[in-house]
């Protein structure tokens, strides 16, 4: 079976909620900005290269409720890769992540992409 790039119809960004996505086959994907930031597919955030993954976890409730304070996550660009991606400067100064469309349609979070 040979699998087909993921390609996007529309792509609708918001700097301070995240991105929703029409993709050409009718399916519809919205992400955060922190479940985007989470699921960076940098070598730095997946641990390349035999290092250790440098995750992030702004999806995750906190664990106190007397949290130190922490600038709310934004994106401050989203620039074109090519065809195949986009490249997000975030506020807390990363910007290596390139998302393909193909990495943003598999960690699509809808109901019918997490059956």
């Not at 087909?4 to 519809?28: L, M, N, V």
């Not at 699921?39 to 993954?53: I, K, L």
């Not at 991606?85 to 809808?110: E, M, P, Q, V």
Request: charged share 20%.
């Amino acid at each position: 079976m040979i699998e087909t790039q993921a390609e996007p119809e529309h792509i609708a960004i918001s700097k301070s909620k995240g991105i929703q996505i029409d993709w050409k086959d009718g399916h519809r994907s919205q992400y955060s900005l922190a479940y985007l930031r989470d699921e960076c597919p940098c070598a730095s955030c997946t641990g390349a290269h035999g290092t250790e993954p440098q995750k992030t976890n702004h999806s995750a409730p906190p664990a106190t409720p007397f949290q130190m304070y922490t600038p709310t996550l934004k994106m401050l660009n989203v620039e074109a890769v090519g065809h195949y991606a986009i490249r997000i400067d975030w506020n807390d100064g990363h910007n290596t992540g390139i998302y393909s469309f193909d990495h943003l349609r598999k960690i699509c979070g809808c109901a019918e992409c997490t059956k």
